[in-house]
């Protein structure tokens, strides 16, 4: 006992931390994987997978990964597009991918990624999640897209309104979203058990005991739902289209669970996270799921700080979930066959609600309008279109408004009547404010001296600097006065 303690001095802390990771988990797992469209038992599987495969390697000692709600939509649509077959296909190339670009030291720079793109692309997700999970809720099925989603809420809740079955069930999901909003309010001690956790339970026990005419969690058991890609699946590679789908499961999953990384940083003293080795720690565990045809996974913030909370020293908190997991779908799938739906649909409108940043979106708009702006833009194209194009909507907003910040360039002209005209330029000179520019130095007078000051420029590129030249000679030429050019 001794040497054990020794080998593993924080074991009592890292136990106790690793069964409140679970019971935050166990509701997630599942309703991640119901939302996605795919058997209970996957999002299980990714759930042990994260704990146990990706636990186990370096990168960051104490975020948790498992399925997470900010891929539910990707899912889903890759599901209804490709099959579930071939879900397996997808999840182990994007952990190729993710792999290799932890080889190629890519991983730090996932943290230049606009975070207001980031937000929007959470807030995104978040509003589709909860558009879909309110049908859900209600018994009833979801259009396809997201702008259906939200457009067809109204006739839903008519039709809801019109069935006691769907009343129930609506009733019923309302109820495990109350349940966890006022879990918080209660004294800490009851606080220990997590308040999805509990939501699910309560719902479950009101369902057996009012007999509630509700949908459950169909149950195939661990086995039976882990389907390997076969060589069919594989053929869907011919497809060209799969290729967006993969790159976006790599890349955004990467960047959540690499942004949750630096997150839990801030949460605890411990080691840092190194990017590059969790990159391909995550790669490692996508790859595994794959083969397993699993969901795919990313680190999820939800998990990782009740990890820290909770008390968690080493890695093997994380590790212990996933055995956790692992024998709950090994021992009691049964169990799985009493959750309501609603309740899930529950879960995942809250999960949703907490995706959506509003008070970043104030600050932002206080602060920095156009960084509002893009994560509001971002947000809106993913509901609209569909999230890999909405992310790259984003990103092309965020570099062009990059591009146009740094080409900021201020042109002060003085003219005190007699003299040379003095002209300032300060800042950042480039091509895109460069037709600005030379309409303003046009415009000088050509019978005077004109002095040109480029010492307060931060930067010029080829293309002014070879245009201020031109406009000099053409000036000196058609005047009575040559320009004179002070440069940097």
């Known amino acids: 006992m001794t040497n054990a303690i020794s080998r593993f001095p924080f074991l009592r802390q890292d136990f106790a931390a690793s069964l409140v990771v679970f019971l935050v988990a166990l509701p997630l797992c599942v309703g991640v994987a119901v939302a996605s469209g795919v058997p209970a038992e996957l999002g299980l599987v990714t759930g042990i997978v994260?704990?146990?495969?990706?636990?186990?390697?370096p990168g960051s000692s104490l975020q948790v990964s498992g399925p997470a709600a900010g891929l539910t939509v990707l899912v889903f649509e890759a599901v209804r597009e490709f099959g579930l077959p071939?879900?397996?296909?997808?999840?182990?190339?994007?952990?190729?991918?993710?792999?290799?670009?932890?080889a190629l030291r890519l991983g730090r720079w996932?943290?230049?990624?606009?975070?207001?793109?980031?937000?929007?692309?959470?807030?995104?997700?978040?509003l589709v999640i909860i558009a879909g999970q309110l049908y859900a809720a209600a018994g009833l099925k979801a259009p396809a897209s997201g702008l259906g989603k939200i457009a067809g809420l109204p006739g839903a809740l008519v039709d809801a309104l019109s069935s006691t079955g769907a009343l129930a069930s609506l009733a019923l999901g309302a109820g495990t979203v109350a349940v966890i909003v006022l879990w918080k309010r209660l004294p800490k001690r009851v606080q220990a058990v997590p308040g999805a956790l509990a939501a699910v339970l309560l719902a479950t026990l009101a369902s057996l005991a009012f007999g509630l005419p509700v949908a459950t969690v169909e149950v195939q058991g661990l086995l039976g739902a882990v389907q390997p890609p076969?060589?069919?699946?594989?053929?869907?590679?011919?497809?060209?289209?799969?290729?967006?789908?993969?790159?976006a499961f790599a890349l955004i999953a990467s960047a959540?669970?690499?942004f949750s990384a630096a997150a839990v940083d801030r949460?605890?003293?411990g080691p840092r996270t190194s990017y590059d080795k969790e990159l391909m720690a995550q790669g490692a565990g996508n790859t595994v799921?794959?083969?397993?045809?699993?969901?795919?996974?990313?680190?999820?913030?939800?998990?990782?700080?009740a990890n820290v909370h909770a008390g968690a020293r080493t890695k093997a908190s994380?590790?212990?979930?996933?055995?956790?997991?692992?024998?709950?779908?090994?021992?009691?799938?049964?169990?799985?066959?009493?959750?309501?739906?609603?309740?899930?649909?529950?879960?995942?409108v809250h999960a949703g609600w907490k995706l959506i940043p509003f008070r970043q979106v104030a600050a932002l708009w206080r602060t920095h309008r156009g960084e509002a702006l893009i994560l509001v833009a971002t947000a809106v194209s993913i509901v609209a279109v569909n999230m890999f194009e909405g992310v790259l909507i984003g990103l092309a907003l965020s570099v062009a408004k990059t591009a146009w910040e740094a080409s900021h360039v201020k042109l002060e002209i003085i003219d005190k009547g007699a003299g040379p005209v003095q002209a300032y330029l300060s800042g950042n000179a480039t091509f895109l404010r460069l037709p600005k520019i030379l309409d303003s130095l046009e415009a000088l007078p050509q019978d005077r001296p004109v002095e040109l000051h480029l010492s307060g420029l931060h930067h010029l590129d080829h293309a002014c600097r070879t245009a201020l030249e031109n406009w000099a000679e053409r000036h000196s030429t058609a005047g009575t006065e040559p320009v004179k050019v002070t440069t940097p």
Do not use: K
Not at 86 to 102: P, Y
């Open 110 to 126: 996932f943290r230049a990624i606009s975070l207001s793109v980031v937000e929007g692309m959470l807030a995104g997700i978040g």
């Open 289 to 305: 799921c794959g083969l397993l045809g699993a969901l795919p996974m990313t680190a999820v913030i939800v998990r990782s700080s």
């Open 267 to 269: 949460l605890h003293d």
């Open 50 to 57: 994260g704990g146990i495969v990706t636990g186990l390697l």
């Open 318 to 348: 994380r590790v212990l979930h996933g055995v956790w997991l692992l024998l709950f779908a090994a021992l009691l799938p049964a169990a799985l066959a009493l959750i309501p739906l609603p309740a899930l649909a529950g879960i995942l």
């Open 86 to 102: 071939a879900l397996g296909v997808l999840v182990l190339a994007a952990g190729l991918l993710q792999l290799a670009m932890g």
């Open 230 to 247: 076969g060589a069919g699946a594989f053929g869907e590679l011919a497809n060209p289209a799969i290729y967006g789908t993969i790159i």
């Open 256 to 258: 959540e669970s690499l």
